[in-house]
């Protein structure tokens, strides 16, 4: 089973995957888009690999960090997600980034995946749950009452609607307290974001 490989980048494919080229031998890993943004041909390149073996098929797939590919291995051995689901969540969000969707139910933005509809939205979110290690923030409003989640989360939609990226909306609401209304945590998290990109 191959773990990880350290070599130059020979190619970029359209097809999602890198020719990473060790000691003489050229290896196809499957990537997603941000990875492959960030290997560039002829650079030096090290992934961690999730080495998936099928009766017809070996496939690579390839993560700069441990924590992609560990949260990678975690989706495969999930009911209903292959390893080209699994792809395109991680390359929907970053593992923080699907902790913080999981954590506070957020459907919404579990359907932004490709491939990923309501009912199948639905079914993640109580598999996932189960399965990933969701970390306890102590101001993200992710308490483990289900009100203040339903707050996040509406508040969440709100600036999404707003046009602010998923980043920066995460790491705003882990800044305000959660024993709060909608309509004030909004407000507070406009403000917060508006400070930022003043």
Do not use: C, W
């Not at 307290?177 to 406009?190: C, E, G, I, K, W």
């Amino acid at each position: 089973m191959i773990g990880s490989l350290r070599g130059v980048v020979l190619e970029r494919l359209t097809s999602g995957q890198v020719l990473l080229e060790v000691s003489g031998v050229g290896y196809l890993v499957m990537v997603t888009p941000r990875t492959l943004a960030e290997l560039e041909p002829t650079s030096h390149g090290f992934l961690y690999v999730h080495h998936h073996i099928r009766e017809d098929a070996q496939t690579l797939f390839g993560f700069l960090t441990r924590e992609e590919r560990q949260t990678f291995d975690v989706l495969v051995a999930t009911h209903g997600i292959g390893p080209a689901l699994a792809l395109a969540i991680l390359g929907t969000y970053s593992p923080m980034a699907l902790f913080d969707v999981v954590a506070s139910s957020d459907l919404a933005a579990l359907t932004l995946v490709p491939g990923v509809g309501k009912k199948t939205a639905e079914r993640l979110l109580i598999e996932l749950k189960n399965r990933l290690s969701i970390p306890v923030l102590d101001n993200g409003g992710m308490s483990s009452s289900g009100t203040a989640n339903s707050v996040v989360g509406d508040v969440r939609e709100a600036l999404t609607g707003l046009g602010y990226g998923h980043d920066e909306i995460r790491d705003t609401l882990r800044e305000l307290p959660s024993d709060t209304d909608a309509s004030t945590m909004l407000r507070s998290a406009l403000a917060l974001l508006g400070a930022r990109r003043a």
